[in-house]
């Protein structure tokens, strides 16, 4: 695609709830990142792809998150059992390079736990 | 603990009126720093910076980088209120990731 893409742009969800947030990449851009901006924050890394593997899962911030991808392209962050905290926005990035620096961010999936 | 800080954290203006953004950083392994604009949820880049005292320049926007004093700026010169943003700054690590690590950004309100 011309860009990143994410869904759901907006999610409520009720506590105690499972969520799966999607991310669909630039057409090949191999590497792929998830990052975390709670209000007023500045964005939390949470994982990388390069593939469909995961080298860098050091941010995920509970077992509670887990994400994979599938074919190179499409992620998926799932949060199991939702708490009030997990309420941010979840962006994803993808880069042609990696450790080039130079991601394009999608516009993010607003979580609202309530 | 890798650590970016942005100053200010906000910042009001008047259309015209020039401003600098900070960011300083304390990481291991530093490999370069760079600069996004947020102006709803995606940010977009504007600069990234490798060598110490090379100005990058886009249009009204300039950036410099000092590996000495671990620290950059962010020159807006001329304000508008499209300038209107959260402005991040970031650190990547020599990691073969291409992980980040960001400030909290600075936001700036430019007034008519």
């Given at each position: 695609g011309a860009g990143v893409s994410q869904s759901p742009s907006n999610k409520v969800t009720e506590k105690?709830?499972?969520?799966?947030?999607?991310c669909d990449p630039i057409s090949g851009h191999t590497a792929l990142y998830w990052y975390r901006q709670s209000l007023g924050q500045g964005l939390e890394f949470l994982i990388y792809f390069q593939g469909?593997?995961?080298p860098d899962k050091s941010g995920l911030?509970?077992?509670?998150?887990?994400?994979?991808?599938t074919g190179g392209s499409v992620s998926t962050l799932t949060i199991q059992r939702t708490q009030q905290e997990d309420s941010a926005v979840y962006l994803c990035a993808s880069s042609l390079v990696v450790d080039s620096g130079g991601y394009t961010f999608g516009s993010g999936t607003r979580l609202t736990v309530v | 603990?890798?650590?970016?800080?942005?100053?200010?954290?906000?910042?009001?203006?008047?259309?015209?009126?020039?401003?600098?953004?900070?960011?300083?950083?304390?990481v291991t392994n530093f490999r370069s720093l760079l600069w996004y604009k947020q102006e709803k949820k995606a940010p977009t880049f504007l600069f990234m910076l490798t060598s110490s005292g090379i100005e990058k320049k886009s249009g009204r926007l300039s950036s410099i980088l000092d590996k000495k004093e671990l620290f950059s700026i962010l020159n807006i010169t001329a304000t508008q209120t499209g300038d209107s943003a959260v402005y991040l700054c970031a650190v990547l690590l020599s990691s073969n990731t291409g992980k980040l690590i960001f400030g909290q950004g600075t936001t700036l309100q430019v007034k008519p």
């Open positions: 105690g709830k499972d969520v799966e947030l999607r469909n593997s995961a911030p509970s077992d509670r998150f887990s994400a994979e991808r | 603990e890798d650590k970016v800080v942005q100053s200010p954290l906000s910042l009001v203006v008047h259309e015209g009126d020039t401003v600098t953004l900070n960011c300083s950083y304390e």
